[in-house]
């Protein structure tokens, strides 16, 4: 079935450092990939997207990249604020039968001090 | 605004009760989703629905059950069968068959069974 992988949290950064978070997917067929974000006691926020290879999602000074080569999406941005601080999750969601079918990782802590 | 509301946002119950959440959504959205998120665990589906009067069980849905009367809603009990029901329940909401699967969601309730 499918599946997503992404890095162990939690990530602790300090203001203005670059971020990675890495995520990795299995799936049949070609799934669309996303980034949601979650501030603590809310649901889950659309961060950014890519629906094809090779496409870039953009949102926010947040990038990913859709590599099928590697099956991978990782998150970046240049330089975190402490208002980023939140749990990040990476998802694909697969086209089946007129449906979409989707996949969350587990979610990546992110804090960042000031 | 557009947008899914769930109510209420804190709920607690006895073991052995059913309890009902609720789940709106004003975005003409055709497929509605509910998911299970417990520490660590990231997102869990347990029901989805495409379609009014039509519905699909997902990962976990033993212990739980949906109905779709209305476009608009798709509200989820959690019966007595569930054997570990505390935890925190996001509803979502997409456009079926476009978009690559982007989903929206509410604010989650937090169920506390003792």
């Known amino acids: 079935g499918d599946s997503v992988t992404q890095m162990e949290g939690p990530v602790t950064l300090s203001e203005e450092a670059f971020l990675t978070i890495n995520c990795t997917y299995t799936?049949?067929?070609?799934?669309?990939l996303f980034w949601y974000v979650q501030y603590p006691g809310e649901g889950l926020q659309l961060l950014l997207k890519?629906?094809?290879?090779?496409d870039k999602g953009s949102n926010k000074g947040f990038e990913a990249t859709y590599r099928k080569e590697t099956t991978s999406f990782h998150l970046e941005k240049g330089s975190v604020q402490v208002s980023d601080s939140a749990v990040y999750f990476c998802?694909?969601?697969?086209?089946?039968?007129?449906?979409?079918?989707?996949?969350f990782g587990r979610g990546t802590s992110l804090i960042v001090h000031p | 605004d557009g947008g899914i509301t769930q109510s209420p946002k804190y709920l607690f119950r006895k073991e052995g009760q059913n309890v009902t959440l609720s789940c709106e959504q004003n975005?003409?959205?055709?497929?509605m989703y509910w998911y299970r998120q417990d520490p660590g665990q990231g997102l869990r589906l347990i029901y989805y629905?495409?379609?009014?009067?039509?519905?699909q069980k997902g990962d976990i849905a033993e212990g739980y059950s949906v109905s779709r009367e209305k476009k608009e809603s798709f509200p989820l009990t959690v019966t007595s069968a569930q054997k570990n029901p505390t935890a925190f329940y996001l509803c979502?909401?997409?456009?079926?068959?476009?978009?690559?699967?982007?989903?929206?969601f509410g604010p989650g309730t937090r169920l506390t069974v003792t």
């Open positions: 975005l003409n959205h055709d497929a």
């Open positions: 799936a049949t067929g070609y799934p669309s």
């Open positions: 979502a909401s997409s456009i079926a068959r476009q978009g690559g699967g982007e989903q929206y």
């Open positions: 998802a694909l969601s697969r086209a089946s039968g007129g449906s979409y079918i989707p996949t």
């Open positions: 890519a629906t094809k290879a090779d």
């Open positions: 629905s495409q379609i009014v009067n039509d519905f």
